[in-house]
């Protein structure tokens, strides 16, 4: 009973000062909601960038160009031209590999009667959307016989489909790239994108195309070059494995001695780094905001002294008709918890209302339960830390010197 009687007294005390008890509430609940919106942005970051990394495919595997030295002097990483077209022929037969698509890619001005756009042009083979796991909306994929003709056909991108033709039909319509004349053939369901670009800016042709009419192309040992080379692994667990053999021949077919001129690397690699870029940075968006909660708790610790100096002789009445120092101890601290609480409840309601509004500008935002919870636990947590000093200071007050004082 003395726990609901100390809760009564604190609501009463609380609703008898409106204007200030919500004036004290106002810090807790600028923390709080800034604590749950900051959150559900890096959280819907993450999500976002996440579901990019995962839509490009399932256990990929990406050969990339290394650095090679030249006249004493080191390229930088992947600037190098060292991976071949023979060396992603070699790779098909690595041991539970699914698939293998190199891919050169270059960049040029496409254009359609008056609309124009420049964007990133792709050589591939017709292996190279079921690895990176793409997928027709219309038309049909670049076969061998074209890879081999070096015809010049393409697959739009979404968004370059609906920047050249609006809401016509592309397919059999004939394009410009970097002025050599291609018919469209297919065009790629919108796979989307805010964190690392969007995917659907783009044009594939097939390779050996994109290397002899849209490029120079270059050698290396020889061979024709190609920017990098798409490996899909059968499973999860056959990844690491793939990588040592997948390394192991491409040293020898360089005749590698010290240093790789090539770099492999998984998908899993890229996701994992991304996630723990992305969680520091909700941490450290969740902290700044945290701030403000501190802030709030001194606000909250400097009205409740101000309470107890105006109720001083209400609280040398209560201890002179025996009121304990633990009764008041509690009694102040109960009303500083339920500030702080009911400051919380309010803050979390905003800072929801305000991840709903931001998604209203295409900004992804993910509210987690446990973002609730903890900006609950802590807006408590503020209002018994700052809560202690004026409640002791209360239960401290001589009955005496309290009746007495004016």
């Known amino acids: 009973m003395q726990i609901w009687e100390s809760i009564r007294v604190a609501l009463t005390a609380i609703v008898a000062n409106k204007l200030r008890s919500a004036l004290t509430m106002l810090g ?18 993450q999500a976002s960038i996440t579901d990019q990394i995962s839509s490009i495919g399932t256990n990929l595997v990406f050969v990339r160009p290394g650095a090679v030295n030249q006249g004493g002097v080191r390229t930088a990483q992947g600037a190098a031209a060292t991976l071949t077209y023979d060396d992603a022929l070699a790779l098909q037969n690595v041991s539970n590999i699914a698939a293998v698509a190199p891919e050169f890619g270059t960049g040029g001005q496409v254009i359609y009667q008056g609309q124009n756009v420049n964007t990133r042009i792709t050589g591939v083979t017709p292996e190279y959307l079921d690895v990176r796991n793409y997928v027709l909306a219309d038309g049909e994929n670049i076969t061998q016989s074209q890879l081999q003709g ?6 739009l991108g979404a968004n370059i489909a609906t920047t050249l033709f609006g809401d016509a039909p592309p397919i059999g319509q004939s394009i410009r790239v970097n002025n050599v004349p291609f018919r469209v053939i297919g065009v790629l369901v919108a796979k989307g994108g805010n964190g690392i670009g969007s995917q659907d800016d783009l044009i594939l042709v097939p390779l050996t195309t994109a290397l002899t009419r849209l490029s120079r192309g270059g050698q290396f040992r020889g061979a024709t070059v190609v920017s990098s080379i798409n490996v899909q692994v059968a499973d999860a667990a056959s990844i690491d494995p793939a ?5 192991d021949i491409l040293r020898q077919r360089h005749h590698v001695l010290y240093e790789d001129d090539f770099s492999v690397s998984s998908q899993r690699d890229a996701l994992t780094t991304l996630t723990q870029v992305t969680g520091v940075l909700t941490a450290f968006l969740g902290g700044i905001a945290a701030i403000s909660l501190i802030v709030g708790g001194i606000g909250i610790m400097n009205i409740m002294l101000v309470s107890v100096t105006e109720r001083t002789r209400e609280i040398g009445l209560r201890k002179a008709l025996g009121a304990k120092r633990q009764d008041l101890l509690t009694q102040f601290l109960t009303e500083a918890t339920i500030l702080s609480l009911a400051g919380g409840l309010i803050g979390i309601a905003i800072g929801i209302g305000v991840s709903r509004l931001i998604q209203n500008f295409n900004f992804n935002t993910v509210v987690g339960l446990d973002s609730v919870i903890l900006a609950t636990l802590f807006s408590i947590a503020v209002g018994l830390f700052f809560g202690i000093y004026p409640a002791s200071r209360a239960a401290s007050l001589n009955p005496i010197e309290a009746l007495r004082y004016e």
Do not use: K
């Not at 807790?28 to 970051?45: F, N, Q, Y």
């Not at 070096?150 to 697959?155: E, F, G, K, L």
């Open 28 to 45: 807790i609940i600028i923390g709080v909601g800034a604590v749950i919106a900051l959150m559900s942005i890096g959280r819907g970051a």
């Open 150 to 155: 070096r015809s010049t056909v393409a697959i």
């Open 243 to 247: 990588i040592q053999e997948i390394s």
